[in-house]
């Protein structure tokens, strides 16, 4: 049981590149997220799904695009990296409907990105 | 909507004294309260969680105490060592938005030797 998965772990983007931070869960949870996390600093929700095919914006979504085409997947991409989107990106996912008072998020192992 | 306030931002404790971190929260409808520790380098794990209709809950040497009038809830780390030192986060969810956890700004706790 592999739990959450993310791709890559590092990356080094120029200012103006694009990229797509892959995320993969194996627990069938219907929510996944995309958070950022600057150093020393707390969880900031990008995007957010509850489901196959729908996507919402969380607290921080500018300049980040999300897609859940499959259900175990959840994909951030960013269309034009700037230098202010230099960060750790986790991915986290909860909630199998078969087992509703189990609301646990886990999270991947986190990417961090660099934009110079 | 909701909002969880974290207290202190940092917390140092001498090795084997206890340590206690606060958080309030604004929506009485919010009835989970999970607690996630953050080591360096790694990624937010569960280490307890507490439902509304709890008042507290022990696993070891950690407790979580929920006061529901006064919308708050504390992790408490009892016997604190070394490895107890990581960044701890607190959260609520309400019952409508299961999916939605409202985070806390973190805790970093070192325990000083």
């Known amino acids: 049981n592999a739990g959450v998965t993310q791709t890559p772990k590092f990356r080094v983007l120029k200012t103006g590149q694009s990229m797509t931070l892959l995320c993969a869960q194996d627990?069938?949870?219907?929510?996944m997220y995309w958070y950022r996390q600057d150093p020393g600093m707390g969880l900031r929700l990008i995007h957010y799904?509850?489901?196959?095919?729908?996507?919402a914006k969380g607290e921080v979504p500018d300049g980040y695009n999300v897609s859940r085409l499959k259900k175990q997947n959840f994909l951030l991409g960013l269309e034009s990296a700037a230098p202010s989107q230099t960060s750790v990106y986790f991915c986290?996912?909860?909630?199998?409907?078969?087992?509703?008072?189990?609301?646990?998020?886990?999270f991947g192992q986190g990417t961090r990105l660099t934009v110079v | 909507g909701e909002n969880v306030e974290q207290h202190p931002s940092t917390l140092s404790v001498q090795e084997g004294d206890s340590a206690v971190i606060k958080c309030t929260y604004s929506?009485?409808?919010?009835?989970?309260f999970p607690w996630y520790k953050q080591e360096l380098g790694k990624r937010p794990q569960l280490i307890i969680d507490?439902?509304?209709n709890v008042g507290e809950k022990k696993d070891q040497r950690i407790a979580v105490t929920l006061n529901k009038t006064a919308k708050h809830f504390s992790l408490h780390i009892t016997e604190t060592q070394p490895e107890d030192s990581a960044v701890y986060f607190c959260?609520?969810?309400?019952?409508?938005?299961?999916?939605?956890?409202?985070w806390g700004a973190g805790t970093k706790l070192i325990i000083k030797p």
């Open positions: 986290a996912s909860s909630f199998d409907a078969a087992y509703p008072m189990n609301t646990e998020a886990f």
């Open positions: 627990m069938n949870h219907e929510y």
């Open positions: 799904s509850v489901g196959e095919g729908t996507t």
């Open positions: 929506d009485s409808a919010s009835n989970y």
């Open positions: 507490i439902r509304s």
């Open positions: 959260a609520a969810i309400k019952p409508e938005s299961n999916y939605q956890l409202i």
